[in-house]
């Protein structure tokens, strides 16, 4: 590697994690995912202890990070970002999110190996596949969300809110909203047991009963108070429904929501956020984000919307190949096996040449 720009990390720095705060904190492409905070709790989950942080620098201060960690996909060492499943947004952290430095930091790695970078922006992805001949960019993932500076109910339909609206005014007595900003082992405790009387776990789509995930969430909360919150909705002082979800940067993104099954007549998701627009508005939260995954229950209140792309690049094109097939057949099942209440059929793993 002869770029002087670039400087490889394989363990976390005093200087670096201070370097690495001060970019988080002046960059306009900083978010949760990719601050320093977000990348411990990653380490200390899911026990990463060999990694490598690329880091670019201009004139002693750094402007670009990039942590990484090699593993298989799909049978295809490659570099990938650490961040796991619940990872809503990509872990590299670009001052001004420029091409070239993203293709110096990348070239640093890829001049011996395979990348797969997940959840990575429309524009950063379009760039790559215009450097890369040998590489694919699939859409992974639609984030709906509202625009708190406007009016957070405009795309509601009016026969919709006034449904809701009249539900919220008949138990109005009987119904109270808790913001809980500093989350601890009481709350988040409470949060699982509701979660396993939800209606998510009647239908196997739960994911607290895996205990690596309760490490998760708990590490989450415990490494990053005041910005993982939780906001409960009581009736008859009985919690019944939650959002588990990040606040950084005026952006609030949702990370996980569930309630008890007996509420369902309550319509417990849509009360909930009749409270929580209007609270968040109100907190000078400029984005609410509802998190990966196109719903007909999201549509409802917005159609707005950030693609998100899982981005291949190697040196060779025999696994370009393979992963250009394997996106294909994952393509064409979701297709087949697609799912009720679920729009994910329309755009998940489709190339991002058709999306012109």
Known sequence: ???????????????????????????????????????????????????????????????GVLPLLKRKRYGINSYSLPGGKFMEKSMMLIKDNSPK??????????ISDNFFLSETEFIVSKDMLNYYRNSLAATISHSLYIDLEKN????LSK??????????????KFLKHEHIQ???????????????????????????????????FKSLVKQNPGIIVADLIYYKREPFVYSLGILSKHDYIALHTAFLSEYKWIMPGKVLLFYMLPFYKNLGIKIFNFGRGDTNFKHEFTSKYVAQYDLYLSKHLIPIIWWRLINYIRRLRIIILKTLNSKDSEF?????????
């Open 182 to 216: 500093i989350i601890d082992n009481v709350i988040l405790n409470l949060i699982f047991e509701i979660e396993q009387k939800s209606t998510k776990k009647l239908s196997g789509k739960e994911i607290f009963s895996k205990e690596i995930n309760r490490s998760y």
């Open 152 to 155: 957070p109910f405009e795309a």
């Open 159 to 172: 026969k919709n809110f006034n449904k809701i609206k009249n539900r919220i005014t008949k138990n109005n």
């Open 1 to 63: 590697m002869n770029n002087k720009n670039i400087k490889l990390y394989l363990e976390l720095t005093s200087d670096l994690e201070t370097s690495w705060i001060d970019l988080w904190n002046k960059s306009d492409h900083a978010h949760f995912f990719n601050s320093l905070g977000f990348f411990k709790t990653c380490l200390n989950v899911y026990g990463i202890n060999d990694y490598i942080v690329v880091t670019y620098w201009q004139k002693k201060s750094l402007v």
């Open 101 to 110: 430095i993203i293709k110096e930091m990348i070239d640093a790695i890829l």
């Open 348 to 356: 998940l793993f489709r190339p991002l040449n058709y999306d012109k």
